[in-house]
């Protein structure tokens, strides 16, 4: 017998700058099981804290091999994703990530209600979402930052400089 699909939708309107943002971890070396996991008891503990701005928080599981997971996740808006990034200890996580992946890479994808789309890739040997049909990039000078790459203003300073990165 067939059943009547029960189609619902969602009023957004009270999320007028809404940002969803896709996170994974991906393991490019066997001893980057270790820093996965380690990864992911810290990210657990600072959702717990329940950050300014964050709607929700629930995790994506995209590949067992190469294990490949991460997280989705719904801000309020861009200055609230961007005030928690560069908090503690969110902001130590990615100053020791960029100076050392620990074997492991690791990407995000970010999507806004207002308009802008933006990526980055960050030792993921194989392109994937945007990277597999857009195209790759350096993520340099202008491209460094996640605001500069929605198109949007950012008077904060990064969490880690581009200078301090790549002349350190």
């Excluded at 009270?14 to 380690?38: E, H, K, Q």
């Excluded at 959702?47 to 701005?53: L, N, S």
């Excluded at 789309?117 to 491209?143: C, H, N, S, T, W």
């Amino acid at each position: 017998m067939p059943t009547r699909v029960n189609r619902q939708t969602v009023d957004l309107s009270a999320y007028p700058d809404l940002i969803v943002l896709y996170l994974g971890m991906r393991v490019n070396r066997l001893y980057g099981i270790r820093t996965f996991f380690s990864f992911g008891r810290k990210i657990s503990e600072s959702v717990e804290g329940k950050p300014d701005g964050l709607l929700l928080h629930e995790p994506v599981y995209y590949s067992f091999f190469p294990m490949n997971m991460g997280m989705r996740q719904y801000w309020r808006d861009l200055p609230s994703l961007l005030a928690f990034a560069r908090s503690e200890p969110h902001r130590q996580w990615w100053l020791d990530f960029l100076r050392d992946s620990g074997g492991t890479g690791f990407w995000h994808e970010t999507y806004s209600v207002r308009g802008g789309m933006e990526a980055v890739y960050d030792d993921v040997p194989k392109p994937l979402g945007f990277g597999r049909f857009a195209g790759i990039q350096r993520a340099r000078g202008p491209m460094f930052g996640s605001a500069s790459r929605l198109g949007r203003s950012d008077d904060g300073s990064p969490v880690l400089n581009e200078k301090d990165l790549y002349e350190s």
